[in-house]
């Protein structure tokens, strides 16, 4: 079944930041950089080695300090990015709408495979994406010593859209819940766990 699928990031406008630009011209910036680089170094390498990230080294107002002051109300905006795909059921035969209402309606979990085209996915999605993979495939390197439950315990959840038309011609919005990524194909096609599907009214 052909599909749009949405991953979500938190974006900001050009419009809500002020830089100081003279904060650049007297060396400030490098003076800053390599600052907050001797005291979070330590930090940063334990967050990368064992998961475990303490941020009481890191500084409390991250944009100030490289001269960048936000203008707006410090609410994260929860932005959209998206990519055409295809939608396969856990057996591999093309997804379709009946199956989707019956997996609405069951309230459980299933499987899914998602092909994505990448020619269609915004650079946004690429990366968050690419992301996505990059964390399981980071925890699936300890899973190997850790063991296969550790492993599906510490694995990267995402929440995920899609769109599709229905029978009547309508475009539909879903949510996919706590999505996990359980192998990877190819570069544009996953299996991915999904807690339970729920059809809502838009992104």
């Not at 005291?39 to 009481?56: A, E, L, P």
């Not at 968050?128 to 296969?148: L, V």
């Amino acid at each position: 079944m052909e599909a749009e699928l949405f991953i979500q990031y938190y974006g900001y406008e050009d419009d809500e930041f002020e830089i100081d630009n003279d904060f650049y011209k007297n060396g400030e910036y490098e003076k800053v950089v390599s600052n907050e680089y001797a005291k979070s170094k330590d930090d940063v390498f334990n967050s990368m080695t064992t998961y475990k990230f303490k941020s009481s080294n890191v500084s409390s107002s991250p944009w100030e300090q490289y001269g960048i002051t936000s203008k707006s109300s410090g609410e994260e905006r929860v932005v959209y990015s998206s990519s055409k795909c295809v939608l396969y059921s856990e057996n591999g035969e093309d997804e379709n709408v009946d199956g989707i209402i019956d997996k609405f309606v069951a309230q459980k979990p299933f499987v899914e495979m998602i092909e994505l085209d990448l020619d269609s996915s915004e650079e946004d999605f690429i990366y968050e994406f690419s992301m996505w993979i990059r964390e399981h495939n980071k925890i699936n390197e300890y899973a190997s010593k850790n063991g296969e439950d550790w492993g599906w315990k510490n694995e990267p959840i995402r929440d995920l859209r899609i769109s599709f038309i229905n029978k009547a011609t309508e475009k539909v919005f879903a949510k996919l819940s706590n999505c996990r990524i359980m192998d990877i194909v190819d570069e544009k096609t996953l299996i991915v766990f999904i807690e339970k599907l729920d059809l809502i009214d838009g992104i």
